[in-house]
């Protein structure tokens, strides 16, 4: 079976989970869970092509301070010499800043994420992680990423993503991403690859409350750099989420 080690660009898609709203009152306490086809996290399987449930919890606090975690089921194989387990959940955890830059359509959002796999006992473990600064204006946003060293102590990490949303129709919406992937030396793919771009256009659905979703999301990577597998290949991802 393929490392985890190898395969995994970490996760965690806390940016699932709507960390930067800010409520109107003082204090606000929210939850989310989700059922998705394929957990992608920039572009690449948390759970061998596999369907994932997820959820997670949010509180946030006047004048636009937030905290929260979110968990995710993964599957990065087995061990096949039986030396220890990659783990079967992620745990994200994560605290920051949002707000308007002044009386303007201009916002920031600061932020800081753990991500932690229990269970996982392969030395290195892949617990890492990341500082966030994310700029915005209207409905588009512009962030940078960055980890001091990456999953499973693989090095420096830079990665820079951008995100268009738009709703029409009432009731739906279309989300454009974009994101690129540097990381500081070698030995995180099967290759010599040291970045890569992630790409996705999702659309969505509210019925009744619920958040119906379809995306197609994809790398620029090729099999040999994901161990000869389709991990990284372009997908139809699917899920149903519900915020409570």
Same mark, same amino acid.
């Given at each position: 079976?393929?490392?985890?080690?190898?395969i995994?660009?970490?996760?965690g898609?806390a940016?699932?989970?709507?960390?930067?709203?800010?409520?109107?009152?003082?204090?606000d306490?929210?939850?989310?869970?989700a059922?998705?086809?394929?957990?992608?996290?920039?572009?690449?399987?948390?759970?061998?092509?596999d369907a994932?449930?997820q959820?997670?919890?949010d509180? /946030?606090f006047?004048?636009? &301070?937030?905290? @929260?975690?979110? #968990?995710?089921?993964?599957d +990065?194989? =087995?061990?096949?010499?039986?030396s220890?387990?990659?783990?079967t959940?992620?745990?994200?955890?994560?605290?920051?800043?949002?707000?308007p830059?002044?009386?303007t359509?201009?916002?920031?959002d600061?932020?800081?994420?753990?991500?932690?796999?229990?269970?996982?006992?392969?030395?290195?473990?892949?617990?890492?992680e990341e500082?966030?600064?994310?700029?915005s204006?209207k409905?588009?946003?512009v962030g940078?990423?960055y980890?001091d060293?990456?999953?499973?102590?693989?090095?420096?990490?830079?990665?820079?993503?951008?995100?268009?949303?738009? /709703?029409?129709?009432?009731? &739906?919406?279309? @989300?454009?991403? #974009?994101g690129?992937n540097? +990381?500081? =030396?070698?030995?995180?793919?099967?290759?010599?690859e040291?970045?890569?771009t992630?790409?996705?256009?999702?659309?969505?659905?509210?019925?009744?409350?619920v958040?119906?979703?379809?995306?197609?999301?994809?790398?620029?990577l090729?099999?040999?750099?994901?161990?000869?597998?389709?991990?990284?290949?372009d997908?139809?991802?699917?899920?149903?989420?519900?915020?409570?």
């Amino acid at each position: 079976m393929l490392n985890k080690k190898l395969i995994s660009t970490a996760v965690g898609t806390a940016l699932l989970a709507g960390i930067g709203a800010t409520s109107v009152q003082a204090f606000d306490l929210s939850a989310n869970v989700a059922l998705v086809s394929d957990y992608r996290f920039r572009g690449i399987t948390q759970t061998g092509n596999d369907a994932a449930i997820q959820g997670g919890f949010d509180a /946030s606090f006047e004048p636009g &301070f937030y905290i @929260g975690t979110w #968990a995710s089921s993964v599957d +990065f194989g =087995d061990v096949t010499d039986g030396s220890g387990s990659y783990g079967t959940m992620e745990i994200d955890y994560y605290a920051g800043w949002s707000g308007p830059i002044g009386d303007t359509d201009f916002g920031i959002d600061v932020g800081y994420y753990y991500y932690q796999y229990p269970g996982d006992t392969i030395d290195p473990t892949g617990d890492y992680e990341e500082f966030n600064i994310t700029g915005s204006w209207k409905d588009l946003s512009v962030g940078v990423t960055y980890s001091d060293d990456f999953y499973a102590e693989t090095g420096k990490y830079w990665y820079y993503g951008a995100d268009y949303s738009l /709703s029409f129709a009432e009731d &739906f919406s279309l @989300g454009f991403h #974009a994101g690129y992937n540097d +990381f500081d =030396d070698e030995g995180f793919f099967a290759t010599d690859e040291t970045n890569y771009t992630d790409y996705s256009i999702t659309l969505g659905y509210t019925f009744k409350g619920v958040d119906l979703s379809v995306a197609w999301v994809g790398t620029d990577l090729d099999d040999e750099d994901c161990w000869d597998t389709n991990y990284c290949d372009d997908t139809a991802v699917f899920s149903i989420s519900k915020s409570l």
